[in-house]
Protein backbone atom coordinates (compact mmCIF):
# COMPACT_ATOMS: atom_id res chain seq x y z
CA UNK A 1 0.00 0.00 0.00
CA UNK A 2 1.04 3.63 -1.02
CA UNK A 3 2.07 6.15 1.68
CA UNK A 4 2.12 9.60 0.86
CA UNK A 5 3.74 12.36 2.46
CA UNK A 6 3.68 16.67 1.22
CA UNK A 7 5.95 18.99 2.49
CA UNK A 8 7.32 22.42 0.82
CA UNK A 9 4.61 24.04 1.49
CA UNK A 10 4.76 27.71 3.22
CA UNK A 11 4.09 31.78 2.94
CA UNK A 12 4.70 33.34 -0.24
CA UNK A 13 3.97 36.72 -1.82
CA UNK A 14 1.79 36.98 -4.79
CA UNK A 15 4.06 36.52 -7.68
CA UNK A 16 6.50 33.79 -6.02
CA UNK A 17 7.10 30.06 -6.40
CA UNK A 18 6.63 27.31 -4.29
CA UNK A 19 7.66 23.71 -4.85
CA UNK A 20 5.73 21.09 -3.30
CA UNK A 21 7.02 17.36 -2.60
CA UNK A 22 4.89 14.42 -2.41
CA UNK A 23 7.33 11.29 -1.21
CA UNK A 24 5.65 8.01 -1.28
CA UNK A 25 6.59 4.50 0.28
CA UNK A 26 5.84 1.19 -1.03
CA UNK A 27 5.64 -0.59 -4.43
CA UNK A 28 3.26 0.43 -6.34
CA UNK A 29 4.10 4.25 -6.89
CA UNK A 30 5.72 3.32 -10.33
CA UNK A 31 2.35 2.09 -11.24
CA UNK A 32 -0.04 4.90 -10.05
CA UNK A 33 -1.35 7.93 -11.23
CA UNK A 34 -0.60 10.99 -9.04
CA UNK A 35 -2.44 13.83 -8.38
CA UNK A 36 -2.64 17.24 -6.55
CA UNK A 37 -5.54 18.56 -5.39
CA UNK A 38 -6.35 21.62 -3.35
CA UNK A 39 -9.12 22.49 -0.45
CA UNK A 40 -9.35 26.56 0.43
CA UNK A 41 -11.19 27.54 3.41
CA UNK A 42 -15.30 26.81 2.76
CA UNK A 43 -15.02 25.69 -0.74
CA UNK A 44 -14.79 22.24 -1.97
CA UNK A 45 -11.60 19.93 -2.62
CA UNK A 46 -10.43 20.79 -6.50
CA UNK A 47 -8.37 19.14 -9.09
CA UNK A 48 -4.97 20.90 -9.78
CA UNK A 49 -3.15 18.57 -11.37
CA UNK A 50 -2.50 14.90 -12.29
CA UNK A 51 0.44 12.92 -14.14
CA UNK A 52 0.30 9.35 -16.00
CA UNK A 53 2.08 6.38 -14.52
CA UNK A 54 2.35 4.66 -18.29
CA UNK A 55 2.99 7.87 -20.49
CA UNK A 56 4.25 11.07 -18.17
CA UNK A 57 1.03 12.40 -19.96
CA UNK A 58 0.30 15.93 -17.38
CA UNK A 59 -3.15 17.12 -16.82
CA UNK A 60 -3.96 20.60 -15.40
CA UNK A 61 -7.13 22.57 -14.47
CA UNK A 62 -7.28 25.80 -16.26
CA UNK A 63 -7.06 28.09 -13.68
CA UNK A 64 -2.93 27.02 -13.06
CA UNK A 65 -2.17 26.28 -16.53
CA UNK A 66 1.54 27.96 -17.83
CA UNK A 67 1.94 28.60 -13.62
CA UNK A 68 2.35 25.02 -12.48
CA UNK A 69 3.80 22.01 -13.80
CA UNK A 70 3.41 18.28 -12.04
CA UNK A 71 5.88 15.76 -12.55
CA UNK A 72 7.28 12.44 -10.95
CA UNK A 73 10.95 10.60 -10.51
CA UNK A 74 10.25 6.91 -10.05
CA UNK A 75 14.04 6.27 -9.07
CA UNK A 76 13.40 8.45 -5.52
CA UNK A 77 9.38 7.61 -5.34
CA UNK A 78 8.26 11.73 -5.21
CA UNK A 79 5.89 13.40 -6.85
CA UNK A 80 6.31 17.29 -7.19
CA UNK A 81 4.12 20.40 -7.85
CA UNK A 82 5.96 23.55 -9.52
CA UNK A 83 4.36 26.60 -8.63
CA UNK A 84 5.05 29.64 -10.07
CA UNK A 85 3.76 33.13 -10.24
CA UNK A 86 1.38 32.55 -7.65
CA UNK A 87 -1.78 34.62 -7.22
CA UNK A 88 -3.77 34.90 -3.31
CA UNK A 89 -6.30 32.88 -4.96
CA UNK A 90 -4.33 30.13 -4.84
CA UNK A 91 -3.84 30.13 -1.14
CA UNK A 92 -5.25 26.49 0.39
CA UNK A 93 -4.43 23.15 1.38
CA UNK A 94 -2.58 20.88 -0.99
CA UNK A 95 -2.96 17.32 -1.08
CA UNK A 96 -1.20 14.78 -3.48
CA UNK A 97 -3.34 11.55 -4.17
CA UNK A 98 -2.13 8.28 -5.74
CA UNK A 99 -4.37 6.31 -7.90
CA UNK A 100 -2.71 2.89 -7.21
CA UNK A 101 -5.37 0.83 -10.03
CA UNK A 102 -2.73 1.06 -12.74
CA UNK A 103 -5.64 2.57 -14.85
CA UNK A 104 -4.54 3.85 -17.95
CA UNK A 105 -6.99 6.82 -17.62
CA UNK A 106 -5.79 9.61 -15.57
CA UNK A 107 -8.25 10.40 -13.28
CA UNK A 108 -9.39 13.96 -12.69
CA UNK A 109 -12.07 13.10 -10.08
CA UNK A 110 -10.99 12.57 -6.50
CA UNK A 111 -13.06 9.71 -5.80
CA UNK A 112 -10.86 7.91 -7.83
CA UNK A 113 -7.74 8.34 -6.54
CA UNK A 114 -7.80 5.66 -3.45
CA UNK A 115 -4.35 7.17 -1.35
CA UNK A 116 -4.35 10.44 0.24
CA UNK A 117 -1.54 12.70 2.17
CA UNK A 118 -2.21 14.76 4.94
CA UNK A 119 -1.82 17.98 3.38
CA UNK A 120 0.43 21.06 3.04
CA UNK A 121 -0.40 24.62 3.47
CA UNK A 122 -0.10 27.12 0.99
CA UNK A 123 -0.57 30.99 2.02
CA UNK A 124 0.07 33.63 -0.95
CA UNK A 125 -0.33 36.97 0.40
CA UNK A 126 -1.31 39.79 -1.70
Known amino acids: QVQLVESGGGLVQAGGSLRLSCAAS????????MGWFRQAPGKEREFVAA????????FYTDSVKGRFTISRDNAKNTVYLQMNSLKPEDTAVYYC???????????????????WGQGTQVTVSS
Open 51 to 58: ISWITGST
Open 26 to 33: GRTFRRSN
Open 97 to 115: AADTGSSGVVPVNGNEYDV
